[in-house]
């Protein structure tokens, strides 16, 4: 799951943290990762997505 979202355009960083069942994803400023994208992404390698969050950090 790590290495399939870490090849898409733009993320810089994923944590995945099994046993609370997150996977946290930065990206580069001005990009972005479409809800459907991840889900597609994390389907591919054998999980569901159950919810997905945004926000930013500080700058």
């Not at 290495?3 to 069942?21: H, I, M, R, Y």
């Not at 996977?23 to 479409?34: E, N």
């Amino acid at each position: 799951m790590q290495k399939k979202l870490s090849k898409l355009d733009g993320v810089l960083n994923v944590k995945v943290n099994l046993k609370e069942g997150i996977v946290k994803v930065l990206v580069a400023d001005g990009k972005t990762l479409s809800e459907q994208k991840a889900r597609q992404e994390l389907t591919d390698a054998g999980f569901t997505l159950k919810s997905m969050q945004s926000q930013q950090g500080d700058k």
